[in-house]
């Protein structure tokens, strides 16, 4: 009898187990259904249509008679097919100050024609394809160069009827995506018509000269000469440099011992007052970072770092002209500086919509001794997506998050703090992300060890599991504190990964629980029938 019962117990709690799994499962998959789409009454998943483009790329595929030209005879026809292919061309338009891109432009055809684009990417002399990606389509009309075009030389190839095959000529891009010769190192003094006075050595060259990539508004005369007239920047040289038997020195003249960087440092204005710029091409919605050095002349010099648009200045542009307005919200930062040493500064920028080259400039608000033309020394200046390098005797810290098991756009802004201490002082903390941004960056930071603790949140219906972190190179730990040594002139770097899993939910409709809730309903269940079961069963031995 006792065997049997064992036998019988056994069965029920074999059956009851796997109606609890069955149970699991449901729920498990009720949580999967709630991230696909599906057609009510069917279980096909709702997948998105196929784009003009995908059709457009199959017919190519599929129509290996149509024949291409090679870009130097322009055009050829399909055999047999009537076309008039001489009169078909296409030229670029520049739209990259109003749109970032650049824009086919056909001639010959009708409204009827069928018109495929696709543009080129000139690589080591070689024409390629541009490759679409998730964010970038190389078969529509106009191409975004804005986004990563800088420097690089373009044409478009243009396919009318499936027969006839055109290109453009070939179209560079000017424009630089970060600032050039920052720490202004050419022209070099000793090369280019050198100036002399109290053995100090400088040059003042024109707009345009090679290799100088800065611009001034301010048109005046050239030293020691009143009659020759041009847009003249003034660059020193900041080294012991020697010129004959004459060592260079720049204190006398310039009350400063050496360059800030390298050799060689600039004065903001050569000869009268003006705007000191570089364009520089932007995406909007990237976050910029700049940086510079600064010093006063004969005294505390006062200058204004200011980023604008370009699309609204005229070629007579010229902020200094009309006073300063530290209100114009263009404004980044209003810098006074003494004379004899280099202060470094530093901020970051936001591209606002619709801004595609991006003006970063300089203008004079006060001189020591009165005259705007004199004072405001410049060095070592950047202005990119990059983080600026250290000045001398300084580091950088960079903290980037990134998390798994939980798609990054489901988490809200200043989701994860982090406390930065040297020592026991807490110098700061930062949030992430900031407007899509998942690092921030403590700069020209004194060096030594400085350590970094998350103070990290759970996100909606995800459990944290665990929260990893790397610094630099160096191998992979778990925890939420990470000691970090910043280096002189070098960027110190810690990565924090956080690992999520998403909580076991019910259906909609149904309280949500968690899953060890589950475990522990089913089981009470489970223990509650066993224990009916052999109730019953003594009773009936009883009787």
């Keep these: 009898m006792r065997r049997k019962l064992r036998r019988h117990l056994a069965f029920l709690m074999a059956v009851l187990m796997m109606l609890s799994l069955m149970g699991v499962q449901v729920l498990a998959e009720g949580v999967q259904v709630e991230a696909v789409q599906t057609t009510e009454g069917t279980d096909c998943t709702v997948l998105p249509e196929e784009t003009d483009a995908e059709e457009t790329s199959q017919s190519e595929m599929q129509k290996p008679d149509a024949k291409e030209s090679s870009p130097e005879s322009g055009v050829v026809t399909e055999e047999g097919k009537s076309t008039d292919s001489e009169k078909i061309s296409v030229a670029l338009k520049d739209e990259i100050l109003t749109k970032g891109s650049l824009t086919a432009e056909v001639s010959g055809t009708t409204e009827s024609d069928q018109i495929a684009y696709q543009w080129q990417v000139s690589e080591n002399g070689q024409w390629k394809d541009i490759e679409d990606t998730a964010t970038v389509d190389s078969r529509k009309q106009s191409y975004e160069v804005a986004r ?21 000529s070939e179209y560079k891009v000017n424009y630089y995506d970060k600032l050039q010769n920052g720490s202004f190192e050419t022209p070099k003094v000793c090369d280019a018509g050198t100036l002399t006075y109290k053995n100090a050595h400088f040059i003042q060259v024109a707009n345009g000269t090679n290799d100088l990539y800065w611009k001034t508004t301010a048109k005046g005369a050239y030293f020691g000469s009143g009659t020759q007239r041009d847009y003249y920047i003034e660059i020193a040289d900041g080294s012991r440099s020697y010129y004959g038997n004459t060592v260079n020195d720049p204190k006398p003249v310039y009350n400063i011992s050496s360059a800030a960087q390298g050799n060689q440092f600039a004065e903001l204005n050569c000869e009268e007052p003006g705007a000191l710029y570089q364009d520089v091409l932007t995406e909007p919605g ?79 608000v006060a001189a020591a001794n009165g005259n705007l033309s004199n004072g405001n020394l410049l060095d070592n200046i950047s202005f990119g997506k990059d983080l600026p390098n250290p000045p001398a005797k300084t580091g950088n810290l960079i903290i980037t998050k990134q998390v798994e098991g939980i798609a990054a ?108 809730t589950i475990l522990m309903e089913t089981a009470g269940i489970t223990g509650g029938a066993v224990f009916l079961f052999l109730r019953r069963k003594r009773k009936e031995k009883d009787s």
């Design 148 to 168: 990563d075009g800088a420097q690089k030389t373009f044409r478009v190839k243009v396919t009318v009827n499936e027969a006839v095959t055109v290109y453009s």
């Design 286 to 364: 990237t976050v910029l970072h700049w940086g510079l050095e600064h010093a006063g002349r004969w005294g505390t010099d006062t200058m204004a770092v200011i980023i604008s648009d370009t699309k609204s200045m005229s070629s007579d542009w010229n902020p200094a002209g009309s006073g300063f307005d530290q209100s114009n919200p263009d404004v980044q930062a209003v810098l006074s500086d003494k004379t004899g040493k280099w202060t470094y500064h530093y901020g970051d920028y936001t591209v606002p919509a619709g801004q595609y080259v991006t003006r970063f400039y300089f203008v004079a």
């Design 409 to 516: 756009s489901q988490i809200p802004d200043e989701s994860f703090t982090f406390q930065i201490k040297r020592g026991e002082e807490v110098i700061e903390e930062v949030q992430i992300p900031q407007n899509g941004q998942w690092s921030a960056s403590l700069q020209a930071v004194e060096p030594g060890e400085y350590t970094v603790t998350e103070i990290a949140q759970e996100q909606n219906n995800y459990r944290l599991e665990h929260t990893f972190y790397l610094v630099g190179q160096e191998s992979q730990a778990e925890g939420m504190t990470a000691r970090i040594d910043v280096t002189k002139e070098q960027t110190a770097t810690v990565t924090y990964t956080n690992q999520y899993q998403p909580l076991m939910v019910v259906p909609t409709g149904v309280e949500n629980r968690m899953f060890p």
